[in-house]
């Protein structure tokens, strides 16, 4: 049975959340700015005040697929400088399981109803250029291909996407 309640992160999560971002990490190391081995290293008191900051007021925030056991998935939105009415869409994971599911579509409108409150009328995310899955997932939920190619942070062979939708 598919059971899971899509809500913000609470400082009571970190350790969960530190499960699943060594877990995002090892599966998708290309998607993510941190390495699995940094991640490892740095201490349980560092992701409890960053899911400190990001479980209250308007600029950043992370949301999770909770079903009362490990977390299924996350998604979280920050700020974007320079464009006040845009939230960028970060981390997304999803465990294999529940890929191709509603996780995916609850996570992204949790992070849509806190940008629109915050009163941000848009979103942004940036895909691997090759991740036709992923690509294609976003097109589902309303976003477009903006055209914009942007090099990958840390990988500079690789090249992102930008996509964008109104919330």
Same mark, same amino acid.
């Given at each position: 049975?598919?059971?899971?309640?899509?809500?913000?992160?609470?400082?009571?999560?970190?350790?969960?959340?530190?499960?699943?971002?060594?877990?995002?990490?090892?599966?998708?190391?290309?998607?993510?700015?941190?390495?699995?081995?940094?991640?490892?290293?740095?201490?349980?008191?560092?992701?409890?005040?960053?899911?400190?900051?990001?479980?209250?007021?308007?600029?950043?925030?992370?949301?999770?697929?909770?079903?009362?056991?490990?977390?299924?998935?996350?998604?979280?939105?920050? &700020?974007?400088?320079?464009? /006040?009415?845009? *939230? %960028?869409?970060?981390?997304?994971? =999803?465990?294999?399981?529940? $890929?191709?599911?509603?996780?995916?579509?609850?996570?992204?409108?949790?992070?849509?109803?806190?940008?629109?409150?915050?009163?941000?009328?848009?979103?942004?995310?940036?895909?691997?250029?090759?991740?036709?899955?992923?690509?294609?997932?976003?097109?589902?939920?309303?976003?477009?291909? &903006?055209?914009?190619?942007? /090099?990958?942070? *840390? %990988?500079?062979?690789?090249?992102? =996407?930008?996509?964008?939708? $109104?919330?």
């Amino acid at each position: 049975m598919e059971n899971w309640d899509v809500r913000r992160v609470t400082p009571e999560d970190a350790g969960r959340m530190r499960a699943l971002r060594l877990e995002m990490l090892a599966d998708s190391p290309l998607a993510f700015l941190e390495t699995l081995a940094q991640a490892a290293a740095r201490p349980h008191e560092s992701y409890r005040q960053r899911i400190r900051q990001s479980s209250e007021g308007p600029d950043t925030a992370q949301f999770i697929a909770d079903p009362g056991g490990p977390l299924i998935g996350h998604a979280g939105g920050t &700020t974007v400088p320079g464009e /006040p009415g845009c *939230t %960028v869409i970060f981390a997304v994971y =999803l465990t294999p399981a529940h $890929r191709g599911g509603k996780v995916l579509a609850q996570l992204v409108e949790a992070v849509a109803d806190w940008s629109a409150a915050a009163g941000r009328d848009e979103l942004m995310l940036e895909v691997v250029c090759g991740n036709e899955r992923a690509v294609r997932a976003y097109e589902k939920l309303g976003f477009t291909d &903006t055209g914009v190619r942007l /090099p990958h942070p *840390t %990988v500079r062979v690789l090249t992102e =996407l930008q996509m964008r939708r $109104r919330v």
